[in-house]
């Protein structure tokens, strides 16, 4: 059974950092492409961050320059490392399985105080 387990959101300044966490089991995560999403209150989910099984790296224009994803093989989890957070940040960060079949975490809350 695969799951996705996020960690490390919470509450940060803004200028702050933080550095999100999906572990995956039941799939090796490093074969598959994966991606960071998020959601705001009133608001459709939006992709952050993909990367593909090569290590290519896409972002969204609001985050570039801000925001790396990244992948740790031995530990078989997706990194979101999160810079210079700013107040519209403020999400509900969900990491993703691209692919068919697609999977999801249950999310982690990022709140950024201005």
């Known amino acids: 059974q695969v799951q996705l387990v996020e960690s490390g959101g919470g509450l940060v300044q803004a200028g702050g950092s933080l550095r999100l966490s999906c572990a995956v089991s039941g799939i090796t995560a490093s074969i598959k492409p994966m991606g960071w999403y998020r959601q705001a209150p009133g608001k459709q989910r939006e992709m952050v961050a993909t990367i593909s099984r090569l290590g290519g790296t896409n972002y969204a224009d609001s985050v570039k320059g801000r925001f790396t994803i990244s992948r740790d093989n031995v530990k078989n989890t997706v990194d979101l490392q999160m810079n210079t957070l700013r107040p519209e940040d403020t999400a509900v960060y969900y990491c993703?399985?691209?692919?068919?079949?697609?999977?999801w975490g249950q999310g982690t809350q990022v709140t950024v105080s201005s």
């Open positions: 993703n399985v691209i692919g068919v079949p697609t999977y």
